[in-house]
């Protein structure tokens, strides 16, 4: 509470209460210049445990981030929390994303580009602090273009695929489709196998995850993709990341019905998935 009570003080506007009984909070934060080009919102939730036994649980929710920059941010957040066990560790966590922010700010790089939207959240119901923060169009087989371009090796098997049980609500259908994969070769297969079926094609978002554990260097190969549904990709790494799974790929086929779902459709994203992964 004395945290919570501080940090509002500190960020003023920038702090937003998004549930007081659920203790979730949302940050934004920016590279402080006078016109920032770089902003960030990083939402958390404090679990009954922390700081003393448990870690915030948090999403980290910009246009840009996604990649290398995802990984690296959250990678510094995570060693923060193991640096500072049992400490209240949030105002450092919102310090070193203001830190990364300014480097960018004063760096040759461009400002980001801003041009797609999840169709709900213009919207949505109370998640005002969204509006800032428009994720960018990106085809989702970008990144891993980019990863497995420059490789030339040997084809790979196409892995298994299963298809989870479909989740409906007001018009709105969910489903979860899981593939074991070691490498993102392997994971760019399965996404091209996914998106030859019409009907997956042409659902109005298509978010996965994946997590690969690299047993030479010891450490996780993972990225995520929103594919319009902002911060949807990161909250189901997130969870893969809870579930310490590895070595599988989920997608999330989102059929838009027409109606507007708020938070509610977050839950079932993170539901389907979870189903899938415990089948």
């Known amino acids: ?17 998004v549930d007081e009984e659920e203790k979730i909070y949302c940050i934004k934060i920016n590279d402080c210049l006078d016109q920032p080009k770089w902003t960030l919102c990083l939402q958390v939730m ?20 996604r990649g290398q920059d995802y990984t690296e941010l959250a990678n510094s957040l995570e060693e923060i929390y193991v640096q500072n066990l049992g400490e209240s560790i949030l105002y450092l966590w919102v310090e070193k994303i203001r830190e990364v922010l300014i480097e960018k700010a004063e760096s040759s790089e461009a400002e980001p580009d801003i ?19 428009r994720p960018i169009q ?13 490789s030339q090796e040997v084809d790979e098997e196409l892995p298994s695929i299963h ?27 399965v996404l091209e196998k996914l998106y030859e079926n ?60 027409g109606i507007l779902l708020g938070p509610d459709r977050f839950k079932h994203i993170n539901n389907c998935a979870r189903n899938v992964l415990v089948e």
């Open 46 to 65: 404090l679990p009954p445990g922390y700081p003393t036994a448990e870690p915030p649980i948090y999403q980290l929710n910009a246009p840009w981030l």
């Open 198 to 257: 019409k009907k997956i094609a042409s659902a109005t978002h298509n978010i996965y995850a994946y997590r690969i554990y690299c047993e030479d260097k010891q450490t996780f190969l993972q990225d995520c993709e929103d594919d319009g549904e902002t911060a949807a990709g990161g909250r189901l790494l997130h969870l893969m990341q809870i579930l310490n799974v590895h070595n599988v790929l989920v997608v999330v086929s989102r059929w838009y019905g």
């Open 138 to 150: 990106e085809d989702p087989m970008k990144m891993l273009n980019y990863i497995t371009s420059e």
């Open 115 to 133: 041009k797609k939207t999840s169709e709900e959240v213009v919207e949505d119901d109370g998640d005002d602090f969204l509006l800032e923060y």
């Open 163 to 189: 298809h989870g049980t479909p989740i409906t609500d007001r018009r709105s259908t969910f489903q979860a489709h899981l593939a074991p994969v070691v490498t993102p070769r392997q994971v760019k297969k």
């Open 1 to 17: 509470i004395d945290e919570v009570e501080a940090l509002s003080s500190i960020y003023g506007e920038d702090w937003c209460v």
